[in-house]
């Protein structure tokens, strides 16, 4: 799975309702389901973003390397 981003398409006459249904009921899945353990909170300083890690090790510190992951790098380079 790695890098890859979701992308999600709804046709235009769909309700936020509908699109909110689809969201909780993934997480239902998500959360009740044999993956639970593999989610975790945001190491990001102010994030309180959760993810599923994925990784192969289980070792993800951040919702997304782009955002936090590449503040927290920049921080500590910054800093030394």
Do not use: F
């Amino acid at each position: 799975m790695g890098h890859e981003r979701a992308e999600w398409h709804l046709p235009d006459t769909t309700l936020v309702g509908d699109a909110l249904g689809v969201l909780a009921t993934d997480a239902i899945h998500i959360l009740g389901g044999p993956d639970r353990s593999r989610i975790k909170n945001c190491q990001g300083p102010g994030c309180a973003g959760l993810y599923l890690d994925t990784s192969r090790g289980a070792n993800r510190r951040w919702c997304s390397m782009n955002t936090c992951g590449n503040r927290v790098k920049k921080s500590r380079l910054a800093a030394s």
